[in-house]
């Protein structure tokens, strides 16, 4: 098993520019979500999801949009980078019910956006 | 006020000392209460978890919640160089879907000296 896998694992961006981070997992996980971690803010849930093709919005949804085709993947697109948005961006993933508590991490995304 | 509070440290213990790391909460409804450790430039991995109230311990690691003060812990006993990491604290509610939400502290870094 692979576990949880994101590419890239670096990214430089302009401002404007968009891009898609990509996420997969290969344990069967009906549960994936995707947080930004930022000094001195922790991790903060931007969108999550419970099944393919069920998305909902997280603490800090604002200028990322999600899709759920299948089981596997969870991408995270960023329509027009801000700055702001520099950060490191983790997918987890998890079992559903009551053990969705623990989360698989990836390795994590560090995006720069100048 | 943040939901979760944790002091970010960083604590410096010796190696063999007793660490007590510790968060706050003001969400009555967080049932879930976790323990994750992320080492520099990983995701984080579920260490425990507790539901509800009540210790829980695991070899060295002992995880306390104490839900009328709105206050967890974990205590780390014979504390070695490879526990040095950040440690975070996560909770969630209680309910299908619900439970994947975690809400995290900031993060304690702990690091162990010989």
């Known amino acids: 098993n692979a576990g949880v896998t994101q590419t890239p694992k670096f990214q430089v961006l302009k401002t404007g520019q968009s891009m898609t981070l990509q996420c997969a997992q290969d344990?069967?996980?009906?549960?994936m979500s995707w947080y930004r971690q930022d000094p001195g803010m922790g991790l903060r849930l931007i969108h999550y999801?419970?099944?393919?093709?069920?998305?909902d919005q997280g603490e800090v949804p604002n200028g990322y949009n999600v899709s759920r085709s299948t089981t596997e993947d969870f991408p995270l697109r960023l329509l027009s980078a801000a700055p702001s948005q520099t950060s490191v961006y983790f997918c987890?993933?998890?079992?559903?019910?009551?053990?969705?508590?623990?989360?698989?991490f990836g390795p994590g995304t560090r995006l720069t956006v100048t | 006020q943040k939901e979760v509070e944790q002091d970010p440290g960083p604590l410096s213990v010796p190696e063999g000392a007793i660490v007590s790391l510790n968060c706050t909460y003001s969400?009555?409804?967080?049932?879930?209460f976790m323990w994750y450790r992320q080492y520099s430039r990983k995701g984080p991995e579920l260490l425990m978890y507790?539901?509800?109230?009540g210790n829980k311990e695991d070899g060295r690691f002992t995880a306390q919640v104490d839900k009328s003060s709105k206050y967890i812990s974990l205590f780390i006993r014979d504390s070695q160089p490879s526990d040095s990491a950040t440690y975070l604290c996560?909770?969630?509610?209680?309910?299908?879907?619900?439970?994947?939400?975690?809400?995290f502290g900031t993060g304690t870094r702990l690091q162990v000296t010989l």
């Open positions: 344990m069967n996980h009906e549960y």
């Open positions: 996560a909770m969630s509610a209680y309910g299908t879907g619900t439970a994947s939400k975690l809400t």
């Open positions: 507790t539901y509800s109230s």
């Open positions: 987890a993933s998890s079992y559903p019910g009551r053990t969705s508590y623990e989360q698989y």
């Open positions: 999801s419970v099944g393919a093709g069920i998305t």
């Open positions: 969400n009555s409804a967080f049932q879930y």
